[in-house]
């Protein structure tokens, strides 16, 4: 019998590599890996359903299932997770010093309706009262002109937003104080280069985040794998094979991350970092499946209807196939 041939759109992480590679195979699937970036992939995925399986924008994808017939169904595999501290850049000249100092300022965005700014809106109105409503969001390209929303997508009459002038991009308004920050999951090109304009509002992100963690136990959720939802109907076996494969190239990543006899990362502290993140999140810090991260997953939702992303309260069972919700025991 031959094997079912998908197109699937993933980063290039290491716990993916071993999928697209071909050292972890895919239950009843002969794959078509792509290689790519979220921006490419989620404007890919959700304007024109481009890919059979594809990772996919936590946010957007919430907003999808509130219209008609979204495209993708998602499996709980979790591919991007990250302490969205580091996602806040002022420009110094602004008088930022704290989050409180952000009410009433300009905030630059590629698109309100990205994870890393829902996650980013979250914690500044919990934790230090800063709420949608008080800033006026600009957006606009970050180093191109231009940037459409992915979905479009309704927002309270409490949130101010404008188009940034026609011409202008995020990078050069922050860099010329023309925008008083930046929030968005990729750092802007002017403190990539060490502009001395350009800081992030945090100065140490990880000390931030760990407190953000021991407070609260959540290490946000950005990505999720998503499923072409008629292909799941018509083979409901899929979505536990992908969540097979890919839980068990995560295993792969991992492994390899524990052998620092040879770091196989380019980075100093391998072994210094990991064992900062296991005393901090636990031995298993990169979760997946929904019993570990049922709390995190609730509260995304819950922050994602009180901005105005979502008009109803989306409920966890509407997220996933049925069969990723349970697994078999020997």
């Not at 959720?221 to 799941?232: F, Y």
């Amino acid at each position: 019998m031959s094997k079912l041939r998908l197109s699937i759109a993933m980063g290039d992480y290491d716990r993916t590599r071993p999928i697209y590679d071909g050292r972890v195979g895919i239950d009843g699937i002969d794959p078509v890996c792509m290689l790519q970036v979220p921006e490419e992939m989620f404007f890919r995925a959700f304007r024109h359903q481009a890919y059979d399986v594809s990772e996919i924008s936590f946010s957007s994808y919430v907003v999808s299932l509130t219209r008609d017939d979204p495209p993708y169904i998602a499996v709980p595999i979790f591919l991007s997770r990250a302490f969205r501290h580091t996602s806040i850049y002022v420009n110094r000249a602004a008088g930022i010093e704290k989050p409180e100092d952000l009410k009433g300022k300009k905030i630059g965005i590629a698109e309100y309706q990205l994870t890393a700014n829902v996650w980013v809106r979250a914690i500044l109105e919990d934790d230090y009262g800063v709420t949608p409503a008080d800033v006026q969001w600009v957006r606009g390209g970050m180093d191109t002109p231009g940037r459409p929303e992915k979905l479009k997508i309704d927002l309270p009459t409490s949130v101010k937003m404008v188009q940034a002038p026609e011409g202008a991009t995020l990078n050069a308004m922050l860099a010329d104080g023309e925008i008083d920050a930046f929030i968005g999951p990729r750092a802007p090109r002017c403190f990539q280069e060490g502009d001395p304009r350009v800081g992030r509002l945090f100065p140490d992100t990880v000390a931030v985040a760990e407190d953000y963690y021991r407070r609260t136990k959540r290490f946000p959720i950005m990505h999720l794998l998503g499923v072409r939802r008629a292909l799941a109907e018509e083979h409901p076996w899929i979505p536990g094979a992908l969540f097979k494969a890919f839980s068990a190239s995560k295993s792969l990543s991992q492994e390899a991350l524990n052998d620092t006899s040879a770091t196989k990362v380019t980075m100093p502290f391998v072994e210094d970092n990991l064992d900062r993140a296991r005393k901090l999140i636990g031995p298993d810090f990169w979760s997946y499946g929904v019993p570990a991260n049922r709390d995190i997953l609730d509260y995304f939702l819950d922050s994602h209807h009180r901005q105005g992303l979502s008009p109803r309260r989306v409920g966890i069972e509407e997220l996933f196939h049925p069969s990723t919700l349970e697994s078999f025991s020997l």
